[in-house]
């Protein structure tokens, strides 16, 4: 079963603000959220990662909901190089640990 | 800074032959983990090394595919006997410590055609 739900799409347009939402009801207290995107023929780029709190650098701001059921990762004015498949991930604190992804929800930016 | 480096990018090989993808991690970094992407699966775990230690292999096919690191700058992935159904891109990723907190950051990846 996916741990983390995204929706399959989302559109936007050039110097718009996109939040793109992960539903993760089962989360459990010791599990990390993280967000990755991936364009064709790359590698998946890591964006950000929280536990609690809201957390923000040059790339996005993730906005984590304070049950942490759920969490929104807000990419303020998107350009073209924004259009990727972003995945949410939820990882388990410790040593160890794999990243393991679902199929994510692609962000197409337009002009 | 050089980022994970994967050699080769790609590689087209006869079924049945054999196949052997590397892998340089960022220096410094001590886990290395491999997955492997296709259109069907999607992202799948194969196996990650950290100090070069198998620590866990849960996602390697038990049979043709192991993996090694036999130092702490480069990691292999080899497959025996390769098989149309093994054609996937083959990435392999670093982190400073194996710990959940560290950033796994990604190579290119090795895209393996098998004819």
């Known amino acids: 079963d996916a741990k983390t739900t995204q929706p399959d799409s989302m559109e936007s347009t050039e110097g718009e603000t996109v939040h793109l939402p992960c539903s993760h009801a089962t989360i459990s207290g010791n599990e990390y959220i993280y967000w990755y995107r991936q364009v064709p023929l790359q590698g998946p780029e890591y964006v950000t990662h929280?536990?609690?709190q809201n957390t923000t650098n040059s790339m996005a701001f993730l906005a984590i909901a304070s049950d942490r059921k759920s969490s929104t990762l807000i990419l303020p004015h998107v350009s073209l190089r924004d259009a990727a498949v972003y995945h949410c991930?939820?990882?388990?604190?410790?040593?160890?640990?794999?990243?393991?992804f679902g199929k994510g929800a692609k962000l197409t930016v337009s002009p | 800074n050089a980022g994970v480096i994967q050699t080769p990018r790609h590689k087209v090989t006869g079924k049945g032959q054999e196949a052997t993808l590397w892998c340089e991690p960022i220096?410094?970094?001590?886990?290395v983990f491999w997955y492997r992407q296709t259109i069907v699966q999607g992202l799948e775990f194969l196996t990650y090394?950290?100090?070069?230690?198998?620590?866990?292999d849960s996602g390697m096919p038990k049979e043709r595919f192991s993996a090694q690191m036999p130092n702490q700058s480069h990691s292999t992935l080899k497959i025996q006997s390769t098989q149309p159904q093994d054609s996937a891109v083959y990435l392999c990723?670093?982190?400073?410590?194996?710990?959940?907190?560290?950033?796994?950051?990604f190579g290119e990846g090795s895209r393996l055609i098998v004819v």
């Open positions: 929280g536990l609690q």
């Open positions: 090394f950290r100090n070069q230690a198998p620590i866990d």
């Open positions: 991930i939820l990882r388990e604190q410790g040593t160890g640990s794999k990243l393991s």
């Open positions: 220096s410094g970094h001590s886990a």
């Open positions: 990723a670093s982190s400073l410590t194996g710990n959940s907190g560290n950033t796994l950051y």
